[in-house]
């Protein structure tokens, strides 16, 4: 586990993740999971509350209605559940240097605003240290044409409340983590020019070949005309 870095690409439904994820598993010693139901929030709230109790009480008789707490070591459950992540759910193989996952489950149905929604994702450099966040948005008018979207009560105002919440959490992230940690990028203007993808991952500090980039992006461009995923 020293050895690895960690990136995630942080987005919503049909704005092109898919395509994404593919031109960074093309890069030799890179695996970058799909996505996992967000289930890393299961594991921020588990945390949370093991940290309040042990916190809050420290109780070690039988009798006491916290008995228990005085043993509880977040720290250790900490480090436990990174170790379980990353043997269980992102599962580098040997020669893998970077490793990670997409999710698209921070739409405002999700996570309802900026705060909380860069919470998570500081939260995600407490489990993997050193985490790289690559946050993708589309314009949120074509991606209501997209896919499930189209069935969606209210598609366009959520996703605009969406796109909102990635652009600030991108703000707060780089003020929290140090500039180059998180980089935002546009679908409507990286799938007419990758270059914007590359810039960004070599922003934060990936080690980025252009020619891979764009060879997966055209292929995965070309196949998926109809929706992004």
Known sequence: ???????????????????????????????????????????????????????????????????????????????????????????????????????????????????????????????LPGMRYLVNVRDPQAAARSGWWREHPDAIAALEGTVGNMYAATETLNAALGPGRAALIDHDRWSLDPQIVIDALAEIGYPVDASIVRAALAEHLTHGKEGRS
């Open 1 to 127: 586990m020293p050895d690895l870095r960690f990136l995630t690409i942080v987005t919503f439904g049909r704005s092109g993740s898919t395509a994404l994820q593919a031109a960074l598993n093309a890069h030799p010693g890179t695996i970058i999971r799909g996505e996992n139901y967000a289930a890393l929030r299961g594991i921020e709230d588990y945390l949370a509350a093991i940290s309040a109790a042990a916190d809050r009480h420290h109780s070690g008789k039988a009798h006491h209605p916290w008995f228990g707490t005085a043993r509880l070591d977040p720290n250790a459950i900490l480090a436990d559940q990174r170790r379980h992540v990353v043997e269980y759910l992102l599962r580098p193989k040997p020669g893998t240097r970077w490793c990670g996952f997409k999710e698209v489950r921070y739409e405002v149905g999700h996570i309802a605003d900026p705060d909380a929604l860069a919470g998570h994702l500081l939260f995600l450099n407490t489990l």
